[in-house]
Nanobody, 123 residues
């Protein structure tokens, strides 16, 4: 089991940058696959990016070239570097974790979630 806490959200400007952090509290954090999802009002939770324990990553087409996911296992923390922000990026961003299995782009595959951090991008 693991507890996840997101931080770093806030108000960003179109074309600007924000960095989100997800701190994990629990054992064997480094073995978990980690991911970021986001959810805008009235919409389904949407996959953003994932990073496996070995460091490989995958990002959604909507953020490819703009967002980068990384992890620092020594700090039990996963990051989402968000560059060239767009108003469409406005959402609550959630950090998720799972041991493995299932589809990484499907939020139902994840076992643990943080409470979310709000990102608002103005034009």
């Amino acid at each position: 089991q693991v507890q996840l806490v997101e931080s770093g959200g806030g108000l960003g400007q179109a074309g600007g940058s924000l960095r989100l952090s997800c701190a994990g509290y629990g054992r064997t954090f480094s073995s978990y696959t980690m991911a970021w999802f986001r959810q805008a009002p009235g919409k389904e939770r949407e996959f953003v990016a994932t990073i496996w324990s070995g460091g490989s990553t995958s990002v959604a087409d909507s953020v490819k070239g703009r967002f980068t996911i990384s992890r620092d296992n020594a700090k039990n923390t996963v990051y989402l570097q968000m560059n060239n922000l767009k108003p469409e990026d406005t959402a609550t961003y959630y950090c998720g974790a799972h041991v493995g299995g299932g589809s990484y782009g499907n939020w139902h595959s994840y076992d643990f979630w943080g409470q979310g951090t709000q990102v608002t991008v103005s034009s």
